[in-house]
């Protein structure tokens, strides 16, 4: 999926420029770079043909740039949807993903086509580094924790709305396992949300999962760029099962009707050579049962 820097450019909020939404060069350059380096998403029968960057005139009909799905059969659909496109800077009504977008994202969360149904956004919950474009009021005080003593210049509380719906609408999908993974905070963690601001999620906690970059270098992890590494937001009750680990690494989920289990890999480069990532065992396993 696209995120920030597909889009040329870093979510970054001052009195001098604000990044995001995109532009129309930011989002020619955005579907170059898909065009060139990764596939679009194929059509899908229970996907509005209308959602933003589908059904384009000079793409293959049906096909879409922004969100999509994966699908095995009755196993297990898989929700991608990335964040940047549709951004809003509306206040209290503004979204990171167009109405309509959360519209299907619930719709399918609520359809009972197969026994699981994961989510993966471009943008990760549970954890805040402090940056502007997340879902979360975070910044980082004087003593770098993470506070909403001060509001963060130029978030928008609409974002946060639209996060808690979407959280209360995985918690409470019939029979599946709550689930979230995402990438982009370049750490690996895995963590329960029992609860978002007002939503109590303690009936059935939602499972979040930093899957962890594949090719950070020294300079871009949190603690390295920002000083800090990712930490839980302020806005959740949230527990830590797996703090996040700044490696490179990945995840592989073994998907059965009643269970998944979640293998954890990590390789480090100055302590790993290239020829070792080709027999890596994980070095953490967590298996989440399907309910009901």
Known sequence: MRDDHDYFDNDEATDEIITFPPNHWMRDLARTTQRMYYPEFLPDATRPAGLPGSSSLDRPPGVAESFGTLRYGTLAEVLLYEVRTGVTLAGPSAVFVDPDVEQWLKMRMGAPDTAHLLNIPSNPPGW?????????????????????????????????????????????????????????????????????????????????????????????????????????????????????????????????????????????????????????????????KRPG
């Open 128 to 288: 805040s580094a402090g940056k502007w474009g997340e879902w979360y009021p975070d910044l980082l005080d004087a003593n770098g924790k993470l506070s909403i003593a001060k509001p963060k210049p130029y978030w928008q509380t609409g974002w946060l709305k639209q996060h808690d719906r979407l959280m209360a609408a995985v918690s409470g999908m019939s029979e599946r396992i709550p689930l979230v993974v995402s990438g982009d905070l370049h750490a690996i963690a895995e963590g329960r949300m029992f609860r978002t601001g007002s939503v109590d999620l303690n009936k059935k906690p939602v499972n979040v999962v930093l899957s962890g970059p594949l090719g950070s270098g020294d300079l871009v992890w949190p603690s390295a760029f920002r000083g800090v590494g990712a930490m839980p937001s302020v806005h959740l009750d949230m527990q830590e099962d797996l703090k996040p680990i700044e490696e490179n690494g990945f995840v592989i989920a073994d998907l059965t009707p009643d269970k998944i289990v979640l293998h954890y890999f990590r390789w480090n480069a100055h302590r790993d050579s290239l020829a070792a990532i080709d027999t890596l065992e994980p070095f953490r396993s967590t298996e989440l």
